[in-house]
Nanobody, 124 residues
Framework: QVQLVESGGGLTQAGGSLSLSCAAS????????MGWFRQAPGKEREFVAGINWSGRSTSYADSVKGRFTISRDNAKNTVYLHMNSLKPEDTAVYYC?????????????????WGQGTQVTVSS
């Protein structure tokens, strides 16, 4: 079992930055692939970024590539999402997820564990 708790969401203006953290419980964190997803009102949940178990492989949605950076610290059981040049369309609830497959898959179906989400709001 893995429990995930996100933090760091909030309100910022367009062009601003925010950093999200996801703290995981469990001794097997370092073997899990981790992902960030988001869901805006009235829209389906979408993949944002993923990182494999070692941190050496990452993947990003085209909409955030070059602006967002995912990283992890296995010693702290934490995964991060650093968001720069934020746009109003980045407004959503952001979810952290863990995949036992160990890779940075973009499909939500490969993730078994999810956090409760944290709100990110970007004003224009």
């Amino acid at each position: 079992q893995v429990q995930l708790v996100e933090s760091g969401g909030g309100l910022t203006q367009a062009g601003g930055s925010l950093s999200l953290s996801c703290a995981a419980s469990g001794r097997t964190f370092s073997s899990y692939g981790m992902g960030w997803f988001r869901q805006a009102p009235g829209k389906e949940r979408e993949f944002v970024a993923g990182i494999n178990w070692s941190g050496r492989s990452t993947s990003y949605a085209d909409s955030v590539k070059g602006r967002f950076t995912i990283s992890r610290d296995n010693a702290k059981n934490t995964v991060y999402l650093h968001m720069n040049s934020l746009k109003p369309e980045d407004t959503a609830v952001y979810y952290c997820a863990a995949s036992p497959l160990g890779t940075a898959w973009s499909s939500s179906r490969t993730y078994d564990y999810w956090g409760q989400g944290t709100q990110v709001t970007v004003s224009s």
